[in-house]
């Protein structure tokens, strides 16, 4: 056969071709079965388009060398969302089988067509979904810079809740944010793939010279494919992600309930930051918690009524003694024979008031840094009282 003579052939079986494509589709491959009529009916434009576009080029392949790349236009765009590159490649696959099986024992020359065409085909589809991939990158990393800046700000509305979702979030629970300096170069992608491996999410924004993540424990899978209980605590996951940061102080905010109210760990996560630099010998990653003096004097509100709510409060209620003893272990230097001897009780009674304080509320007033924290919340804790300052 002659070209012209291959040619009016090709038209003259396309409708054929295409009718074949789409009956082998629906056999071999099953996620298009399982496809909605309206993007069966998409595929089904594709493939009859790819068939239509190698008709013309094999008439003249120099005068459309981007001709493959019109192959995807007749799709919508929404096909690109629920066709994976993958099931793409498979597409081209199965079209190229059936319009070889058709021209088995023809002119050679239509078979190297074929293949050259396909080839042709398959970088369109990879350049088609990298441009859209690209695409997709920008608009996440936008909206992800959107959804920090939300979180640190406190400006919370209803569709906070949606752009989470939208950026793929996998965190479960608890959340915690992370604030550092940021590094001369932020590898994004690095930070996610150390995140991943200790079973964790983040969300991660620049704010000029301060790096933000909000860390979310992922749901690990058990070995019956059950939900495990997490493996590691948000300490751990910090200190995980502690070289990503640049040079300078680390702080980690108090966990919260979920990513919603990331606003209030991000809140203290910023205001020890901004005082980590007071406590000499903090390490690094730091509790904000353990910043509360230093945020206290700084003038933040949440680090006042945190001393008097988790100190102060619960001292009081609990045994006015307590109180009373802690107040005068601190203002003798922590010395328990000078404490016995202003409360007129034998240095033992001290050390289990002491050990009681530390039951009760979790610090121990005996470690020098522990102390100044007591004694910071004994003062808040008195200034607040109604009538003013008194013992």
């Excluded at 192959?71 to 929404?78: G, L, S």
């Excluded at 989470?164 to 944010?177: F, K, P, R, S, Y």
Aim: aromatic residues 6%; contains cysteine.
């Amino acid at each position: 056969m002659t070209k012209a003579q291959t040619l009016t052939w090709l038209r003259n079986i396309s409708g054929d071709l295409a009718s074949e494509t789409l009956k082998k589709l629906d056999d071999t491959l099953p996620w298009y079965g399982t496809m909605p009529p309206s993007r069966r009916s998409a595929v089904g434009l594709v493939a009859q388009a790819g068939i239509t576009s190698f008709i013309s080029w094999y008439d003249d392949p120099s005068s459309q060398p981007w001709i493959a790349a019109d192959v995807f236009d007749a799709a919508p765009r929404e096909l690109l969302r629920s066709v994976s590159l993958q099931q793409t490649l498979q597409l081209i696959r199965v079209v190229v089988e059936v319009v070889e099986e058709r021209v088995k024992g023809r002119d050679e020359s239509v078979r190297e067509a074929i293949l050259l065409y396909s080839r042709e085909i398959a970088f369109a589809a990879a350049d088609v979904y990298a441009r859209a991939a690209e695409a997709r990158g920008l608009w996440d990393a936008r909206l992800e810079a959107l959804v920090v800046d939300s979180i640190l700000s406190g400006e919370y509305d209803n569709e906070l809740p949606s752009r989470i979702a939208a950026l793929g979030w996998n965190g479960h629970g608890e959340v915690c944010v992370l604030v550092g300096t940021t590094p001369r170069i932020v590898d994004v992608d690095q930070v996610r793939r150390i995140a991943r491996h200790v079973d964790a999410d983040v969300l991660i924004g620049v704010q000029g010279n301060r790096l933000v993540v909000v860390i979310g424990r992922a749901t690990p899978r058990g070995e019956d494919g059950t939900d495990a209980p997490p493996t590691h605590t948000f300490a751990q996951i910090a200190e995980a992600l502690e070289p990503s940061f640049g040079e300078g102080h680390l702080v980690l905010g108090p966990e919260v309930p979920d990513v919603v109210e990331a606003g209030k760990s991000a809140k203290a996560a910023l205001a020890g930051f901004a005082v980590a630099r007071s406590w000499r010998n903090a390490p690094r990653p730091t509790h904000a918690d353990d910043l509360l003096p230093e945020r206290a004097l700084a003038g933040d509100p949440i680090a006042r009524r945190t001393l008097i709510d988790r100190i102060y409060t619960p001292l009081k209620n609990h045994n006015v003694e307590l109180l009373a003893t802690l107040w005068a272990y601190l203002d003798n230097g922590r010395s328990l024979e000078a404490t016995a001897r202003e409360l007129f009780v034998h240095p033992n009674t001290v050390r289990y008031r002491l050990k009681r304080i530390s039951e009760v509320i979790g610090w121990d007033a005996t470690g020098s840094r522990e102390a100044l924290i007591l004694q910071c919340a004994l003062v808040v804790g008195s200034i607040a009282e109604p009538g003013g300052p008194r013992r």
